[in-house]
């Protein structure tokens, strides 16, 4: 029986990969010739001047593009000025009422009354005038029977002090029913029935072109034939309207944070907060439903919305 040769417990492992051959020149890894070319880069001055000039340029450029950016999406809050929302702070400005005095003219400093003003209390111009001028003839003086006993020295004076009494009274009523002397209550209720007014789908139909049908089967059916009740009232649940009104509330709230402690208001802030969100899903729903017409055009032009309003992520 031949004898048992031992086999090694450990096989060591061979390669057989040729060697590299050697130029006379030392071998360097790469990370090492990196390493050493950033070494060298940092204890070179000029190299160092050029990387600072470099990045500078580029956070120069990197705040200027910010700042388009932020400008050309505009504020998310209050959005661009125009002539509708400026009327927000003077909602009490056209109300206004007339008086004359013996001579006939309008007495100075008070003011005329036009049929579209807002007045404060639920009141309309015309309720107004109607008792304004009630309340004239039940305080006039009497006229006398018998003209011949009568002094007409004392008849003019008191048709003067009743004038001037009447005068009195109406600059008083001017001042109690004006919402320039109003709560902001009072003038947030009267913005939004302007915005219903203004926004309205039982106003803007008769102005604005309707949105172009998908289906070319319900273009010509109305609200008769749709199956759909017919609108009773004005139009206060539609997505502009609600648009509108958030920002006639945003602009309040806005207003009120700006003034002296108002970054203290943590309650407010996160009203206006969610009054902007909430705004902007009504806006990029109504975008998506409009695809660009009329009532987006008019919405949009005339609330000053831009597109930091309904675009990208809002924080504030």
């Not at 006993?149 to 009494?165: C, M, N, R, S, Y």
């Not at 009203?271 to 055009?297: A, F, I, M, P, S």
Request: glycine share 6%.
């Amino acid at each position: 029986m031949p004898p048992r040769i031992p086999v090694p417990s450990r096989v060591s492992t061979l390669c057989f990969r040729p060697a590299a051959k050697s130029n006379g020149l030392p071998i360097t890894s790469v990370a090492n010739v990196a390493t050493m070319a950033q070494r060298r880069k940092h204890k070179d001055p000029y190299a160092l001047t050029q990387s600072k000039q470099r990045k500078s340029v580029n956070l120069a450029r990197r705040e200027v593009l910010a700042v388009e950016r932020r400008e050309a999406m505009g504020d998310p809050v209050r959005g661009v000025s125009t002539p509708f929302l400026e009327s927000f702070d003077n909602v009490g400005g056209s109300a206004v009422l007339m008086t004359t005095t013996s001579t006939g003219s309008p007495k100075d400093g008070v003011q005329i009354t036009t049929k579209n003003a807002l007045l404060n209390h639920f009141l309309t111009p015309t309720e107004l005038e109607e008792s304004i001028k009630h309340s004239h003839s039940l305080t006039a003086p009497m006229e006398p029977k018998n003209r011949d006993i009568t002094d007409p020295v004392k008849e003019a004076e008191e048709k003067q002090k009743h004038l001037d009494g009447h005068a009195r009274a109406t600059t008083a009523l001017a001042r109690i029913v004006s919402l320039a002397n109003a709560s902001q209550k009072d003038k947030t209720r009267a913005n939004i029935q302007r915005c219903v007014e203004t926004f309205g789908r039982h106003n803007t139909d008769e102005i604005l072109r309707p949105r172009a049908a998908i289906n070319p089967h319900f273009a010509d059916k109305t609200v008769e034939g749709s199956g759909k009740a017919p609108r009773a009232g004005p139009d206060t649940g539609s997505s502009e309207v609600q648009i509108a009104v958030l920002t006639a509330k945003i602009r309040v709230l806005a207003t009120r944070l700006e003034m002296k402690g108002g970054q203290k208001d943590k309650v407010n802030k996160r009203n206006l907060r969610v009054l902007v969100h909430k705004r902007q899903k009504l806006l990029q729903y109504l975008r998506r439903k409009e695809r660009g017409g009329d009532r987006w055009t008019n919405l949009v032009g005339t609330l000053g919305l831009s597109e930091g309003t309904w675009k990208g992520e809002i924080s504030l």
